[in-house]
């Protein structure tokens, strides 16, 4: 690894750190800077704008959040798409979790938004999800199951986020049929 792409992985690691912690409203080059410890314009010279830093940090975390989910749920079929709702909620719903949980709540309501980098970089993350998601589903469960299945999934983060949890719980049961 070149030395300039060390850099930027150990920016990148840091500014994590802080959204992680902090969440995305936080998210402007002086506080990003700052967590990295550099200065904005140095973030600008190596992401080339704004919209390359939180592009290559929302990359960064999709990353470092998939290594923890292969790490929690490795890649082997569940007996039924119920099942792999109810492993990838129990990730979800951990410790372990809870900031990336805030930090795609975040990545959704820039979206909604308008904000391209975050629209851009939200829909590689559920197009990467929903293949992540394909090799945990039973043989011959295909891509409209994974994103029923991811359906249900936001659903839960947000009715989880709002204190409802137990309306999240019954679409998760009627999901899998119990």
């Known amino acids: 690894m070149s030395e300039i792409n060390a850099k930027k992985e150990k920016w990148l690691a840091a500014m994590a750190a802080h959204v992680v912690e902090h969440g995305l409203t936080t998210a402007s080059l002086r506080p990003l800077a700052k967590a990295a410890g550099t200065s904005d314009r140095m973030l600008i010279y190596h992401f080339s704008d704004k919209d390359g830093v939180i592009g290559a940090l929302l990359e960064y975390l999709a990353e470092r959040f998939t290594q923890g989910l292969d790490a929690a749920i490795p890649e082997a079929r569940f007996e039924s798409p119920g099942a792999v709702l109810h492993a990838v909620v129990g990730v979800m719903r951990s410790p372990m979790a809870s900031g990336y949980a805030r930090v795609w709540l975040d990545i959704v309501a820039a979206s909604a938004r308008g904000e391209l980098a975050y629209g851009q970089t939200g829909g590689a993350i559920i197009t990467g999800f929903t293949a992540w998601v394909m090799k945990r589903l039973p043989e011959g469960e295909g891509e409209a199951t994974a ?11 947000v009715m989880d986020a709002v204190g409802h949890s137990e309306a999240a719980d019954a679409a998760i049961a009627w999901f899998s049929g119990d």
């Open 147 to 157: 994103r029923a299945l991811l359906t249900v999934l936001e659903g839960t983060l």
